[in-house]
């Protein structure tokens, strides 16, 4: 952490944790819940977002307990190498990764999918893969620009969610949200947990810079509950109004539902029409240049604390930013949306991320009983019961997820078995004492 090239400038203030907060997880208003329709209806996927938003809501405010504790860029894989040693680390480190690095391919994907419905002869794929390198060379630039940068996608993405709002809600018909609302019965509204997921999901991702925050501890928990508040309201706000306009079959497949909501209010070939979908792309900027900050930041913290090769944890002199980890990151995106389509890169990612829930909130229950003097500049209200409602929650979602979703679960869980293997086979797990260190050198 002393050394200058392992340590990270301190540039970011609550709005910024708000914006980079939000950034991160507006996209999935944009597109990817919808497909949670396909195997829910209306009315099972609104049921499925409602039990998800009690998830998000006890998990962020127990979470931000950790987090103002151990500001550390590893986020997850702190917390549970400080609560279970360097396997719970691990098993932390590799859902969070996993999490962020197929989520990011997949609004890549949505990316290309609006560029291509705008401009019929671009490939989705080309503009995914330009996307890419675009926002991987503005990461590369450093923090307090990439934080502004947010700041102005986010506000922008903001903007035109209220405007598809203003004009999609005056069309809004009951009946017609009401249309065929449970096809699949009750067992449909558990199949839809991951893409009611998808509608938070990366919101942990501002533990990432935690690190990086000027103004300490207060600015987190302000960021993250402000974050979660905004992106409650304009979730569901805009479910309904897609929702209540025409039958739900036909968005239940596409990853650009907001620009053919608003053609069937306003026809295809409305100037506005065109014109939401330009500025649409805001919010799969905000949320995909969000991500990239966190699993870039995932890694260089992976990678310092011996975890990762330790060039991952390589920061360029002048604009402290992790450059090796930004660009293997891009290397890795790019490979995996040319092998998985948009659905299976949402359900992987949710896997991911309800692994990191869950083994967050056991160790939050773990450090409050083996280190119950350790400094928590915010605790978490009603505790134990949000982070028990949050556990209990996380435990469902992924029951869920390997019930309805085998194959990809065995996915994820062979990489696991991969990951343990390989970090038992070259030794690293001998540098335990060294990784504890590294990471909680700063808090006591």
Known sequence: MENEQTSLKKALKPVHLWAI????????????????????????????????????????????????????????????????????????????????????????????????????????????????????????????????????????????????????APHFRLETFLHNPMPFGWAGVFAALPFAIWMFVCLEGVAMVAEEVKDGQKAIARGYISALLTLTVLALAVMLCVGGIARWEQFSKLNYPLPEAIAVVLGRDSALTRLFTSVGLFGLIASFHGIIISYSRQMFALARSGYLPGALARVSPKRKVPYV?????????????????????????????????????????????SHPDLPRPFRAPLYPLFPAVALLLALVSLGAMVYFYGWLSLLFAAGLVLVIGLFYATGRHRTTRKARLAVFKDNF
Do not use: Q
Request: glycine share 10%.
């Open 21 to 168: 907060g939000v950034g991160l997880v507006i996209s999935g208003e944009y597109f990817g819940w919808n497909l949670g329709w396909d195997v829910a209806g209306t009315v099972g996927l609104l049921v499925a977002t409602l039990v998800i938003t009690g998830l998000y809501f006890t998990f962020i405010f127990s979470f931000t307990e950790l987090t103002t504790a151990i500001p550390h860029a590893g986020g997850p894989f702190a917390y549970a190498l400080k609560a279970f040693g360097p396997l719970g680390a691990l098993v932390a480190g590799y859902a969070t990764l996993i999490e962020f690095l197929f989520a990011t391919p997949a609004i890549a994907l949505a990316l290309g999918s609006y560029v291509h419905f705008l401009h019929p002869d671009v490939p989705v794929l080309t503009a995914a893969i330009v996307s890419y390198l675009l926002f991987t060379v503005i990461n590369l630039l450093g923090i307090e620009e990439a934080a502004w940068f947010s700041l102005a996608m986010t506000l922008l993405a903001i903007a035109e969610l209220l405007l598809f709002i203003g004009v999609v």
């Open 325 to 369: 980890a930004l660009l293997v990151g891009a290397v890795l995106g790019i490979l995996a949306l040319t092998l998985l389509d948009t659905g299976k890169l949402v359900i992987l990612s949710t896997i991911g991320a309800v692994v990191v829930y869950v083994v967050s909130m056991l160790a939050l229950f773990r450090l409050r009983h």
